[in-house]
């Protein structure tokens, strides 16, 4: 168990990056993402580089629990009941702390590429939101006298992530573009759910998580645009090009096109990369 005094202060922010990704024990890479985003916010790290720290983590540090399974092989849930909600509640986590990985790993895996201070602004604030996101969620676990591991978990957003792991672009098109824009497709019906089960506390952990992904997603098209600009390519068609590539699956509507819009992300984007109704 750890917590911020523990861990040291990084040399880099990507010396931080590195060591969160690779962090096993979940407490110790949240009390890192805490340490690290004070530090870079107090501006009191440098940037750094890959060729210097040593390359991101193949595949981010877990503990020995919870069982990875492929996604086809995950029990359905069900939020009725103490069993569903606590089965909703740690596959949100699982989410979470993937997206811990998934955000850290952006901003030390790219850290070669010449991008502005502001853009590690919004990813070390992501970073930390994620982790925040995951504590909160590991704690709403511990009150129902469950923990993070006590089921399986499924193992497909880390793969998402090592496909666009040589491309800035496709990485932001896919992760906060494809799989967080989701999130803001999917979680207003959870919170009314959780309201009606009278179940406030994570109706409120999940309106916090919905309120910050729709600054994630924001970012996401942001520097998506500002990488798309600098090529002198149109961003909606390089992301339907990008999602063909690197996206298994389909873009699944209901899709929550104000949410989306409010985010940079207007329909243009992804209604193409629908299915057809009829």
């Known amino acids: 168990m750890s917590n911020e005094e523990d861990v040291p202060v990084p040399e880099t922010l990507v010396a ?7 962090a096993r024990d979940t407490k110790t890479k949240t009390a890192l993402a805490y340490k690290t985003a004070r530090a870079w916010f107090q501006r009191k790290l440098a940037v750094g580089s890959t060729r210097l720290c040593g390359p991101m983590p193949d595949r981010p540090g877990r503990p020995d629990k919870p069982l990875l399974l492929p996604p086809r092989d995950m029990p359905k849930r069900k939020m009725g009941g103490a069993a569903g909600r606590i089965a909703l509640i740690h596959s949100l986590a699982h989410i979470e702390l993937n ?3 998934l955000t850290w790993d952006l901003i030390g895996r790219f850290a070669d ?3 502005p201070r502001s853009y590690y602004d919004d990813w070390v604030r992501v970073g930390l939101e ?7 969620l590991e704690d709403r676990l511990s009150r129902l006298d469950a923990a993070y591991g006590d089921m399986p978990a499924h193992d497909g957003l880390w793969e998402a992530a090592q496909d666009t792991g040589q491309d800035l672009a496709a990485r932001l098109a896919i992760i906060p573009l494809v799989l967080e824009a989701r999130g803001l497709d999917i979680t207003p019906p959870m919170i009314e759910k959780a309201r009606s089960l009278n179940d406030h506390e994570t ?14 997603v924001a970012f996401g098209a942001k520097w998506f645009r500002y990488l798309c600009d600098r090529q002198g390519i149109r961003p909606e068609p390089a992301f339907q090009q990008y999602v063909r590539r690197h996206f298994r699956g389909t873009l699944k509507p209901p899709f929550n096109d104000r949410a989306r819009s409010e985010a ?6 992804y209604k193409p990369l629908a299915p057809l109704k009829g």
């Open 16 to 22: 931080g990056a590195r060591a969160i990704v690779a």
């Open 99 to 101: 997206a811990v990985d």
């Open 113 to 115: 590429v010449r991008l």
């Open 130 to 136: 994620e982790a925040k996101h995951f504590s909160m």
């Open 203 to 216: 109706a409120r952990c999940l309106e916090i998580i919905y309120r910050d992904e729709k600054n994630h």
């Open 264 to 269: 940079g992300l207007t329909p243009g984007f």
